[in-house]
């Protein structure tokens, strides 16, 4: 599986809940293209309209990493965000756990 070989997607898919990484898995076979692009279209829709009860922005990211699969633009601009997120979470980790170690000696 190609997705798998980018770390950014690796570490996010890591982190997931077992049923996630296994439904994310199975979207992602060659098989199953007509599931997976009205999937990732109606959870991109679903984070256009986050300002409703239980739809959230959360949604937007998920469905382009699955219409990424078949549309390369949209993957690699997915994935370059993804790391940018990373970066800032990383970043973030760091200057708490730096923190935390200055307070508690």
């Known amino acids: 599986m190609e997705a798998q070989h980018d770390p950014r997607l690796l570490r996010l898919l890591n982190v997931l809940p077992h049923t996630f990484r296994r439904s994310y898995e199975w979207l992602i076979r060659p098989q199953a293209k007509w599931v997976r692009l009205p999937v990732g279209g109606a959870l991109m829709l679903g984070g256009v309209f986050s300002f409703l009860p239980v739809l959230g922005i959360w949604m937007l990211p998920l469905g382009a990493i699955l219409v990424g699969e078949d549309i390369p633009p949209v993957r690699r601009a997915t ?8 970066q800032k979470w990383d970043n973030w980790q760091a200057r708490r756990k730096t923190r935390n170690s200055k307070t508690n000696p």
């Open 79 to 86: 994935l370059h965000g993804l790391g940018w997120v990373q």
